[in-house]
């Protein structure tokens, strides 16, 4: 059954209090919270979550910025109940944008995703529904170290392709198909650096 605002906000707000403590930044994404940043000075960092309202929850503030180890890529972040090891709760792209559900068509392989307006070029990544089975077959969850991500093609307004490539062809869809669509941002750096988390929202889906 689908759960009502009050529902909601009282599991963020349990969630997060006693399982939240702690974010993690991760260069590719991972379903048990793999693919961790290390070395250096890196640390995961303690957040302060506001009141949850609406079915989401948001950082208030960041107790510091992470210390990125050289070579590394931040490209999500992970939430924790530990400083080191503990429980994985979750991860979730870097960059905070919105979240869309979308159809996937067969004919001519369309993404369509109201709400949105990507641009051609944009990296995104897909996530599933309650109802697995309609997540598009021959695409990947989050993406994996293999495929981090997808570039949108043929955008045009609320509608676009998914490539493998920045500009290549369209990935096909084999069937009709649905899921959630949300663009991401993978910082490199060469040198070893600071990554703050300005903000970083929880919602039930």
């Known amino acids: ?72 890529t931040v490209a999500w972040v992970g939430i924790w109940d530990a400083l080191t090891g503990g429980n994985f709760v979750g991860m979730g792209p870097n960059g905070g944008a919105a979240q869309y559900g979308f159809t996937a068509a067969v004919t001519g392989n369309l993404f369509t995703a109201p709400g949105s307006s990507y641009s051609n070029g944009t990296t995104v990544v897909l996530f599933d529904t309650v109802d697995i089975a309609q997540f598009p077959s021959g695409f990947l ?38 899921g959630i669509v949300q663009a991401i941002t993978a910082e490199a750096y060469v040198a070893a650096g600071n990554f703050t988390v300005s903000s970083d929202v929880l919602t039930l889906v």
Request: aromatic share 12%; proline share 5%; no cysteine.
């Open 1 to 72: 059954m689908p759960f009502v605002n009050y529902s909601q906000n009282y599991m963020l707000t349990q969630l997060t209090t006693n399982h939240g403590q702690y974010l993690s930044l991760h260069y590719a994404y991972s379903p048990t919270g793999a693919n961790e940043l290390s070395g250096g000075t890196y640390a995961r960092v303690v957040p302060t979550w506001g009141t949850a309202a609406g079915g989401a929850i948001s950082t208030t503030s960041i107790a510091s910025a992470f210390n990125v180890p050289v070579n590394s």
């Open 141 to 178: 969850v989050g993406g994996s170290s293999g495929v981090p991500f997808y570039y949108v093609v043929s955008a045009s307004g609320a509608t676009f392709s998914l490539s493998l490539t920045l500009g290549g062809s369209a990935i096909t869809v084999s069937a009709a198909s649905a």
